[in-house]
Nanobody
Framework: GQFVESGGGLVQPGGSLRLSCSAS????????MSWYRQAPGRERELVAT????????LYTDSVKGRFTISRDNAKKTVYLHMNSLTPEDTAVYYC?????????????WGQGTQVTVSS
């Protein structure tokens, strides 16, 4: 698929994880990339964005200072380093490009990777 997310798992509060997203079928180094997450019963939310060259990043307030987005254009991969995790970070995490990748004008999402923060 166009996006293959990995690196999720079960982690205790205060722990860390690094998510990876391998992208394909578009010119990766010309697009900003983002991580999103969707918790049970909630809408998908934007977590972090990185510019095409990696020189500019944005974060939603709830993850500022704890999460770091990065990218390797040679590997067509975007990462999300997550520290000081809390149960509120539990969600399925997805990556996508900016603008969102579409197929037949419908947003396309990969399978995501589950992050569960629990003791």
């Amino acid at each position: 698929g166009q996006f293959v997310e990995s690196g999720g798992g079960l982690v205790q509060p205060g722990g860390s994880l690094r998510l990876s997203c391998s992208a394909s079928r578009f010119t990766f180094n010309t697009y900003a990339m983002s991580w999103y997450r969707q918790a049970p019963g909630r809408e998908r939310e934007l977590v972090a964005t990185i510019s095409s060259t990696g020189g500019y990043t944005l974060y939603t307030d709830s993850v500022k200072g704890r999460f770091t987005i990065s990218r390797d254009n040679a590997k067509k991969t975007v990462y999300l380093h997550m520290n000081s995790l809390t149960p509120e970070d539990t969600a399925v995490y997805y990556c996508n490009r900016n603008p969102i990748y579409t197929i037949d004008r419908r947003p396309y999402w990969g399978q995501g990777t589950q992050v569960t923060v629990s003791s």
